[in-house]
């Protein structure tokens, strides 16, 4: 990934080795940034999806943070200077237009894949309909999750979100457990050795066998 990053002192830094074509598209996408991303943070302000007072909470915090997840989607997806969305440095670079009220949000800066912005974009990649069913403290949960932050995971959450969305916010806070314990082994199994059939296969027995736990059916 070739990715301008401004500090606010006027350096200019880049992830990965950065030829003059780079360079420009980086410069162009970053200017493009500098505008586009804090007027989403407006925009939010002004629908009341965030409070006006970034020292307080969020009061419907699985819409608003879906909302920002898919017009930050809107933004940087598509441009040939990103590689990948899941890479922390996209994150790090946005992260730069936004305003202090979404640094507390970041949970574990030693862990990259914990990262509130990159959740927000994850949380976008669903329905916004089933995902407003859950809790945001529920979403969190499994977003947060290292052992369930992949994008197989993420794949496979979204082909069965119309059964997950059933669940009430305490059982999808179980089932957040049982797949990091149960299923991922706290990390212990190596899903890269699984083909992408065999995967699902698992993970798909997995919910029915959960479901089935809560006498729900499957």
């Avoid at 925009?43 to 920002?68: M, Q």
């Avoid at 997840?69 to 441009?79: A, P, T």
């Avoid at 496979?156 to 119309?162: A, C, G, T």
């Amino acid at each position: 990934m070739k990715l301008i990053i401004d500090d606010k002192n006027g350096q200019y830094r880049y992830s990965g080795m950065a030829n003059p074509e780079d360079i420009r598209d980086a410069k162009r996408l970053y200017n493009q940034w500098k505008t586009a991303i804090p007027k989403i943070e407006r925009d939010l302000i002004d629908e009341g999806l965030l409070p006006e007072d970034p020292s307080k909470k969020v009061s419907n915090a699985n819409e608003t943070w879906w909302e920002l997840g898919s017009r930050l989607g809107k933004v940087i997806d598509n441009y040939q200077v990103i590689k990948l969305t899941t890479n922390p440095r996209v994150w790090d670079a946005v992260r730069v237009h936004l305003s202090k009220r979404f640094v507390k949000k970041d949970r574990d800066k030693k862990n990259p894949k914990r990262d509130h912005l990159r959740n927000c974009y994850r949380l976008s990649r669903l329905s916004k309909e089933k995902v407003l069913q859950i809790p945001w403290r529920a979403w969190s949960e499994w977003l947060d999750s290292k052992f369930l932050s992949f994008v197989r995971a993420d794949m496979w959450l979204n082909r069965n979100i119309n059964k997950i969305a059933t669940l009430n916010g305490n059982e999808f806070r179980t089932m957040t457990k049982f797949y990091r314990n149960n299923v991922a082994k706290k990390g212990k199994m190596e899903f890269g050795i699984f083909s992408d059939e065999e995967f699902n296969s698992l993970w798909d027995d997995k919910l029915n066998e959960f479901l089935t736990s809560l006498d729900r059916g499957v």
